[in-house]
Each structure stands twice: as C-alpha cells, then as structure tokens.
T-cell receptor, first 114, second 113 residues
Framework: AQSVTQLDSQVPVFEEAPVELRCNYS??????LFWYVQYPNQGLQLLLK??????LVKGINGFEAEFNKSQTSFHLRKPSVHISDTAEYFC????????????FGQGTILTVHP | KAGVTQTPRYLIKTRGQQVTLSCSPI?????VSWYQQTPGQGLQFLFE???????NKGNFPGRFSGRQFSNSRSEMNVSTLELGDSALYLC????????????FGEGSRLTVL
C-alpha cells in the first residue's frame, strides 16, 4: 500500500516570490508520482508527473518537481508565482497493481498575495 | 478532443434517497475511476472499471456501486443516502497505457439534506 503526506496544509506567499510545496510518500513498490492542481469548483488538472528517467520533472505553468528516492520526496517548486496560481495542490502516487487507484495527499492550499 | 464529462454537475437529495451519477471518458479511454472528495477525508478512491469489469475497489460500503458500459461510459450509484455522502464526486479516465496518468472531469457536487 502507498501513502502520501503533504507537509503543509496552507502556504501563503507574495506574488513573484518562489514557492515550494512539500510531498513525501511511502511505498513498498516502485511508484509513479504526480502533482495535480484544483481551482475552485473545478476538477483536478495534471501539473506534472514522474514515471522514470530524469529526477527533475518540468510541468505546465512554470512548475517543476524533483523526485528524490532516498528521501522518498517529490517536492513541487516554482521560482516566481502569480496571483493566478492560487489554488489547492495535490500530490499523488500510484504503484504496483493499483491500476486506476491514485493515493492522494491531503492537499496544500497555495494563496498568492499581491 | 473532448475531456471527461460528468453529469449532473450539481444535485440535491434527501436522506434515504438514491442517486446516479454519469461519466463519459475521453474518447478511446477504456479505464474509468471514481473518487469522493470531502473537506474532512480529502480525495478517496471509490472504484475503477476497465472494459466493463471492476478492477479495483476502495473502502466504501456496499451502498456505493458502479458499472461501465460497452462504450466505456460509467455510472455510479449511491443508495440510501446519508448526510455524510455530501461530497464532490470526481470521475477520471485513463488510456490503456500503464502510465498511471488520470484525466479528471469537473465533478458532480452532491448535497444530501
């Protein structure tokens, strides 16, 4: 079984500042890792994914994440945030024979202030 | 390419009633999964269907059920509704490839009074 921990429930930041949203996972098998974003009253949109290969993954809207197997982490970063990045962010993992079963973290609400 | 479509988007029911939610996956996707999202429990996996067969199931009572049709469209049903069933129900579809990437619909928001 897999589990995901997002270490911060809320992250406030000023516009144009850098941000890091932290995610740790646990699993006894190899996993695929994802970050999704959810805007109010909407579904989830994929930001980026790690399947294999380079541990630095670039996604949409200027986001990137680094897979660290030894620390079982997959932190999300953006060098300069915009007001429009205000949303809830979810880290998720899928592994083994989980098929369509994504295990999600509890989410981090990112609020960007002007 | 059209995305995942869920209907209805909003609905209100009373305790004891039942509800059916519908999901049309992205064209060509044969896997459909359902998730429940609540403020207290977050995103929880309900079940996944592939080619009309339930392939995986989460830890929900038997009041929650689903099915998939030959055109890959899926429905989920909740019987004997309880107040705690109020939630956003999200459907996601996936291609056959084992990348694990799920594409989500905008959800059906169920309110139980």
């Amino acid at each position: 079984a897999q589990s995901v921990t997002q270490l911060d429930s809320q992250v406030p930041v000023f516009e144009e500042a850098p941000v890091e949203l932290r995610c740790n996972y646990s699993s006894s098998v190899s996993v695929y890792l994802f970050w999704y974003v959810q805007y109010p009253n909407q579904g989830l949109q994929l930001l980026l994914k790690y399947l294999s290969g380079s541990t630095l993954v670039k996604g949409i809207n200027g986001f990137e994440a680094e897979f660290n197997k030894s620390q079982t982490s997959f932190h999300l970063r953006k060098p300069s945030v915009h007001i429009s990045d205000t949303a809830e962010y979810f880290c998720a993992v899928i592994g083994g024979t989980s098929y369509g079963k994504l295990t999600f973290g509890q989410g981090t609400i990112l609020t960007v202030h002007p | 390419k059209a995305g995942v479509t869920q209907t209805p988007r909003y609905l209100i029911k009373t305790r004891g009633q039942q509800v059916t939610l519908s999901c049309s996956p992205i064209s060509g996707h044969r896997s459909v999964s359902w998730y429940q999202q609540t403020p207290g429990q977050g995103l929880q996996f309900l079940f996944e269907y592939f080619s009309e067969t339930q392939r995986n199931k989460g830890n929900f009572p038997g009041r929650f059920s689903g099915r998939q049709f030959s055109n890959s469209r899926s429905e989920m049903n909740v019987s004997t509704l309880e107040l705690g069933d109020s939630a956003l129900y999200l459907c996601a579809s996936r291609s056959d490839a084992n990348t694990g990437e799920l594409f989500f619909g905008e959800g059906s928001r169920l309110t139980v009074l």
